[in-house]
């Protein structure tokens, strides 16, 4: 039998902060999409860039999770037209931190490239819309960083370690997760230079889904 190492052993991201939001466009079903933001940070290091992971309703997160955080929200948005969540409050609830424990412990975390399968793509928020760079030029990239799960790793014949991912939570459902969301539009191969800010826009545009 294979040996079976821990995905623990990579490490541990914490989420420190959880907002709430809608999008303001409607579905191709004539609704509008509930997600949670999590922002997470890996605990090796104090100093260590926080991810913001998104996770919509009936997708990668229950409306009964959805409802449970709802609870906990704050009265006004932020200014992305968020809500951010009460987490003191939530803890001090038995019944509901029980059911939410673990959205705030994620062993096995990590961050990995991903390779969009369109090649290079233009970036959008959770409405459809252009993102762009700091500095006003719209994200243009065909890789992005995407975040793990994993659960174990087997050692291979040529020495090397085979993740075996939390369900929901692998490299190709995660890539295909985000390029579906948020680089719909593939860009004109013959137009734009290949190395166009490809390794910063992850940083851009999921982060800001509002």
């Known amino acids: 039998m294979a040996q079976i190492i821990p995905g623990s052993v990579i ?43 998104i996770f919509f309703e ?9 409802a449970i955080l709802a609870k906990y929200k704050a009265a006004q948005p932020d200014t992305k037209g968020g809500y951010p969540i009460n987490i003191q409050a939530l803890k001090a609830s038995p019944e509901d931190w ?6 705030f412990t994620w062993p ?16 959008n ?11 006003g030029t719209q ?29 929901g939570l692998g490299l190709e459902e995660q890539g295909r997760r985000m390029e579906d969301r948020f680089y719909k539009v593939a860009v004109n191969q013959t137009s734009v230079n290949n190395e166009q800010e490809a390794g910063s826009a992850e940083e851009e545009a999921p982060d800001g889904p509002f």
């Not at 989420?15 to 509930?34: Q, Y």
């Not at 096995?108 to 970036?123: D, P």
């Not at 928020?125 to 500095?135: A, E, F, Q, S, V």
Request: proline share 4%; net charge neutral.
């Open 11 to 53: 490490g541990t991201y914490e989420t420190n902060a959880i907002t709430l939001g809608v999008s303001k466009n409607e579905n191709r079903d004539g609704v509008k999409a509930r997600f949670a933001i999590l922002t997470v940070k890996d605990d090796y290091s104090a100093g260590a860039r926080p991810k913001r992971l």
């Open 98 to 103: 029980k059911a939410m424990e673990k959205w």
């Open 125 to 135: 928020d959770i409405n459809g819309n252009p993102t762009t760079l700091k500095d």
């Open 108 to 123: 096995g975390g990590n961050v990995e490239e991903y390779k969009l399968r369109k090649g290079l793509c233009y970036g």
């Open 139 to 167: 994200v243009i990239t065909d890789t992005i960083g995407v975040f793990t799960q994993v659960k174990f790793f087997t050692p291979e014949a040529d020495g090397s370690l085979k993740p075996h991912y939390v369900a």
């Open 58 to 66: 009936n997708e990668t997160i229950s409306t009964e999770q959805i």
